[in-house]
């Protein structure tokens, strides 16, 4: 098995539909999936972030409104047939080899295949798929066609289809999709262009085609209303490839810097490059993603799910995605379950996100941020204060939750009350806090999104004798939104709702410190004090309930239901209401030890005012466990989350199977449908903040890991406040950036050099001999680690620095030593520096190791400055000359006793930080007599300028001075 590449042998037509979500490629801003240019099955979809529609349909004899992301036209049809034959269709084809790879590295889907016609004429096929992430409106597909025992012609029909619509999911079917209207289809030279408008949105897209052929010839396109095709004849000559390439733009008119979508289209496809260079820039641009992105396990098996998981993640959520007015689709830009829409799921992506890609996660708070006014007006239109933010979003913030849903069980379309999922803003909210602990910066419009959300549940919490109580809402588990027999839907007092709103006051106040700019109200923060402090919490047989109510539901008969996920579509179809039994889909109250530690949730629950005793928690998590059917992907992230430190190998199975759980469409067929990716960042950050431990605090960043015993070495690059740092562990210890330890502050020194130091570090190992972990182990640190300053340009720390370079046998200025010819300090200051004035003895503690410093003097020439290396040896400073030189004439008077006053002056800059310090001192220099140089030579001192250098120079400090420049 590769690490880095999903193989599927064979034509599976029953698995095509997970095979073509799986096998989409994107790059933030679109993604098409990866359904064969031809034949049958095949489900394709393109689809553009943020690109909604608004259509009314006819249920049930009422008419809802549901917004869809769009089906955008099709740009992969491609066909193909050899002479006298009908176009090549898989599922009707004589097939000799059948396969699709898709190479995770790289962001590329190669189709080979080799089939027989009923001539006997052998014909090998590779196909290679790129969406641009270098070139965001750029994709492309390379064919080369090989006649093996046959020469002749091969006829190709490219085509660019606007017929399409919103069939991707059967249980919508019964719903209008055809979204797109208004079709007209063009060529302009040798290239072929469709447009369509969107029904209701009015989003003008734009496909254009380039079709380059290395032999033969082409038609011009033939134009019909809705689809435009392009024939093409090779002439293949036996055993010598012969290649095709379709190069298509996708423009809309949501694009900036765009005129009309038609015109900028045809200017991307025109000028974008041959399909070597394409890809080639394409594969340039993974290879520094995947750089920032790397979370390095072991074992080819648990690597390549943790990779498939990346991939998709940054395919639905790239740099390109952080200038976009997009959200975190629920299924990413795969298929159309959930209808494209943004959920809560950005609560399991942007934790990973801030600390690798801050500018992806900022980008994702502003498409909430876009959407405050949205989310105050429904506030205010349901009596509350502050913002409420929609359980569904999509284009413009409105809440887009079906007002009814279907019951494939049963047949049945139900009411939906899913919109009272009120938590959502908690999970916008405690997206902005981790954002801000992972990058030190909070806004004024981050800021004033928190307030406001802290607004809204302060208003939604009612004083009732003595307690606070937040009254008609869902929790996280979605089963329960009644109480059994109730005329309205919600229920009171939600346990993870609670907690987590008293969690919100204490952020509230620490937001409004931070930003002096976003004024609370007055007498607000008492208010929002006040109820953190009496929000009401149940409890029932020695564990957190989940809402007020829960102790008095039935118990399920979990025999006759084992094995079934979705317990609330059995039960409704066998005429029963999932309301009436304690059951949950997925983890609601355990949502709690996923967001807190135990620390957190242990001080919120004292802090309003109950008593907690050790087991609480262990009880809890075991009580809902036993009640949980784990109806959603979620669930098997947050129950390894909550396991780890109680169940380790529970805890490992549940991480496996939350890892593996679009692989293998452990849901049973909703993956064809699309990707679960709050389920895909879950397990990102279940590696990273739960088994690696890596927590961002105000005060710094802390590592506790505690990795389950089939989980061996973990490492991963991060960015913490603009840090890049290298995180590995194993069971014995934690490490930053190669050293052993269990915090890092923000204001902690990291060296960086100017030259490539990875080469540098090859160079010396190879000279040696050694191996990559003798040197590992000689310097105290992981082979993980030296491998990554290998082959990344990164910043370690001094002492990793130091004890690298003796492992070596060589000095750190060695190893730094690629900046020869550039002077130090020549980047921007740092954005708020301060000047500390240091005493003498802290002046001398930094000159004390050597190195080079400066002499400054009055020569016969003028004023005089000349670098020297000095060593500090019995409190003086000693350096060496050559005799007959400027520093032996110019520096002595001719009279005995009687030295000339120089100055001498050292510094150090930080480059990454833009910090350093300055050391002066002004002392009189004397020559020494050759019957002392024998002891002065023990000082080590060594002139980098070689030659014969004898004379000796001592300077005596009698003004010591110094100053050191703090970026932070």
């Not at 976009?324 to 299924?331: C, F, I, S």
């Not at 909430?368 to 413009?396: C, K, N, V, Y």
């Not at 009644?482 to 907690?499: E, H, I, K, M, R």
Request: aromatic share 8%.
């Amino acid at each position: 098995m590769s690490a880095w590449t999903l193989t599927y042998e064979g034509f599976d037509p029953e698995g095509e539909g997970l095979r073509e979500a799986l096998c989409t490629l994107g790059n933030g801003r679109f993604a098409t999936r990866g359904a064969t240019p031809d034949g049958e099955p095949r489900t394709p979809g393109t689809y553009l972030a943020g690109c909604y529609d608004r259509l009314d349909s006819v249920v049930a004899g009422h008419t809802v409104t549901n917004e869809d992301i769009v089906h955008l036209p099709d740009w992969l049809p491609l066909w193909f047939a050899t002479p006298g034959t009908d176009w090549f269709r898989p599922q009707a084809a004589d097939l000799l080899l059948y396969r699709h790879e898709l190479d995770l590295r790289h962001g590329v889907l190669v189709r080979l295949l080799r089939w027989r016609d009923a001539e006997g004429r052998v014909t090998r096929v590779r196909q290679r798929r790129l969406v641009s992430m270098a070139d965001p409106y750029l994709a492309a597909q390379e064919c080369t066609f090989t006649a093996e025992n046959w020469s002749g012609p091969l006829r190709v029909r490219a085509a660019l289809e606007g017929r399409v619509a919103n069939e991707g999911v059967a249980r919508y079917r019964d719903l209008r999709g055809d979204h797109l209207t208004c079709h007209e289809t063009g060529s302009e030279d040798d290239l072929a262009w469709l447009t369509a408008v969107t029904r209701s949105s009015h989003v003008a897209v734009t496909l254009a085609a380039r079709i380059d052929a290395e032999t033969g010839t082409g038609a011009r396109p033939v134009l019909a209303g809705d689809h435009i095709t392009s024939d093409h004849v090779l002439d293949l000559a036996e055993g010598r490839p012969s290649r095709l390439v379709k190069t298509v733009a996708l423009t809309s008119s949501r694009d900036p810097a765009s005129h009309d979508p038609r015109s900028s289209a045809l200017r991307h496809v025109r000028r974008a490059p041959p399909f070597p260079e394409l890809l080639a820039r394409h594969m340039a641009a993974w290879e520094r993603l995947w750089r920032r992105a790397r979370m390095d396990v072991d074992g080819s098996e648990l690597s390549q799910l943790v990779h498939v998981n990346i991939f998709h993640l940054l395919q639905t959520l790239s740099p390109h995605t952080a200038g976009l007015d997009a959200g975190v689709p629920a299924r990413g830009l795969h298929g159309e379950a959930y209808r494209g829409h943004v959920f809560w799921d950005e609560l399991f992506v942007l934790p990973w996100l801030a600390l690798r890609f801050p500018e992806i996660s900022e980008g994702l708070l502003r498409y909430r941020w876009r959407r405050l006014p949205e989310a105050m007006d429904a506030a205010r239109l349901a009596g509350h204060d502050g913002a409420m933010f929609p359980w569904q979003s999509g284009s413009d913030g409105r809440e887009e939750t079906q007002v009814l849903h279907l019951n494939p069980k049963s047949g049945r379309w139900l009411p939906d009350d899913s919109r009272l999922q009120r938590h959502v803003g908690l999970a916008v909210a405690y997206d902005v806090w981790q954002h801000f602990l992972a990058t030190g910066s909070m806004p004024a419009w981050c800021a004033e999104m928190l307030l406001e959300i802290a607004r809204f549940f302060a208003s939604l919490a009612v004083e009732i004798d003595g307690r606070y109580e937040i009254r008609g809402v869902m929790g996280p588990d979605e089963y329960h939104d009644a109480y059994p027999g109730a005329d309205s839907p919600g229920l009171d007092n939600n346990a993870y709702t609670n907690v987590m709103t008293a969690w919100l006051m204490r952020r509230a106040r620490e937001a409004a410190a931070l930003c002096p700019d976003v004024t609370p109200r007055p007498g607000e923060l008492d208010r929002w004090d006040d109820v953190g402090r009496r929000l009401r919490v149940d409890f029932h047989d020695g564990v957190i309930s989940q809402f007020t109510g829960y102790a008095g539901l039935e118990e399920l008969d979990w025999d006759r239901y084992r094995g079934v996920r979705r317990l609330d579509r059995a039960l409704e179809a066998d005429g029963d209401d999932v309301n009436r039994y304690k059951a949950s889909k997925q983890a609601d109250t355990l949502m709690l030890c996923y967001l807190l530690t135990g620390g957190e949730l242990t001080g919120l629950l004292e802090h309003l005012g109950y008593e907690v005793d050790d087991g609480l928690i262990p009880r809890t998590i075991a009580y809902y466990l036993r009640r949980t059917s784990h109806g959603s992907t979620l669930s098997a992230v947050v129950h390894a989350w909550a396991l780890a430190r109680l169940d380790r190998e529970r805890s490992w199975e549940f991480f496996i199977e939350a890892l593996q759980s679009d692989l293998k469409d452990v849901q049973g067929g909703t993956t064809a449908e699309g990707i679960h990716l709050g389920a895909m960042g879950g397990t990102l950050d279940l590696l990273q903040r739960c088994y690696l431990g890596v927590e961002p605090r105000r005060d710094g960043l802390w590592l506790d890991p505690l990795l389950p015993d089939r989980l061996g070495e973990v490492s991963m690059p991060i960015c913490y406040r603009g840090r890049p740092l290298f995180i590995d562990a194993d069971h014995q210890e934690a490490r930053v950036n190669g050293v052993a330890c269990r915090t890092f502050k923000p204001g902690e020194a990291i060296m960086s050099g100017t030259g490539d130091l990875g080469r540098r570090i090859i160079h010396h190992r190879e000279r040696r001999g050694l191996t990559r972990e003798q040197v590992a182990e000689h310097a105290g640190m992981s082979a993980g680690y030296l491998k990554y300053l290998e082959e990344h340009a990164d910043t370690p720390d001094g002492g990793t620095l130091y004890r690298l370079a003796d492992a070596l046998g060589t000095t750190v200025d060695e190893l730094l030593g690629g900046g020869h010819d550039r002077p130090p300090g020549r980047g921007p200051a740092a954005a708020h520096p301060s000047l500390e004035t240091l005493d003498e003895a802290e002046s001398l503690r930094l000159i004390a190791p050597g190195g080079i410093g400066r002499v400054a003097f009055s020569g016969s020439h003028g004023p005089t400055v000349l670098p020297v290396n000095y060593k500090l040896h019995d409190g003086n400073i000693i350096f060496r000359t050559a005799a007959g030189g400027p520093m032996d004439k110019d520096l002595r008077t001719g009279l005995d006793g009687v030295d000339i006053v120089i100055a001498f002056q050292i510094d150090h800059f930080d480059e990454a930080t833009r910090e350093g310090w300055s050391v002066l001192v002004q002392g009189p220099a004397h020559h020494m007599p050759p019957e002392e140089t024998a002891d002065l030579a023990r000082s080590g001192v060594t002139p980098w300028a070689g030659g014969d250098r004898p004379l000796y120079i001592r300077i005596t400090p009698q003004r010591v001075t110094g100053r050191r420049i703090h970026g932070i």
